[in-house]
């Protein structure tokens, strides 16, 4: 979901509104856009991917992650979920997991550049969802001059790829730019 707000100081006491927070700020929403296709799952998919890749390459047998038992996939997304966070400040993390498959532990690296090659096509889709919520501003005529801070909130903010989405479609590199864990 993207948001375009407008944040307004006000007086709470001369004014009784109920849409007001305790530091006396009204909300606007000017502009609105969702896209349920492009949330974390699908940075998910694209490491778990590149993590089984890797793994089959290892020990040598074609990539079939049909084969690989539910309770190994399960254990393998949980130790994922802590991958994404060590590959959103670094550029490479370890990942192990015992009896993986058949008599093999998983023992692989992973790149921050692996997983961008991977999500190739969710960050065109991320793109064009962007220009499209442009257009929506466009349309409704605001000044993108008057932006002067975007907020990246949800998981998918801290994938390095997506920052640089954002990055290169908003041009925010000297607007201010701060990220919100969840």
Not at 3 to 12: G, H, I, P, R, T
Not at 96 to 122: A, I, M
Not at 138 to 160: E, W
Request: glycine share 4%; proline share 1%.
């Amino acid at each position: 979901k993207l948001s375009l707000v407008e944040f307004d100081k006000v007086n709470a006491k001369k004014k009784k509104i109920l849409n007001f927070n305790e530091h006396n700020v009204k909300l606007s929403v000017l502009v609105e856009k969702y896209a349920t296709n492009l949330g974390s799952q699908r940075i998910d998919s694209c490491l778990f991917n590149v993590v089984v890749n890797k793994f089959f390459g290892q020990i040598g047998e074609e990539a079939n992650d049909q084969e690989v038992p539910i309770k190994s996939k399960r254990q393998l997304m949980l130790k994922l979920k802590k991958t994404k966070h060590v590959l959103s400040v670094s550029q490479e993390a370890s990942i192990s997991l015992e009896g993986f498959w058949k008599s093999h532990d998983l023992k692989v690296k992973v790149t921050n550049e692996e997983v961008y090659d991977e999500c190739q096509s969710l960050f065109k889709e991320t793109e064009a969802f962007f220009n499209k919520f442009k257009e929506q501003i466009i349309k409704k005529d605001i000044n993108f001059d008057k932006i002067s801070q975007v907020q990246l909130i949800g998981g998918g903010t801290r994938v390095p790829g997506i920052r640089k989405v954002i990055e290169e479609t908003w041009r925010v590199h000297d607007l201010e730019v701060s990220n919100h864990l969840n």
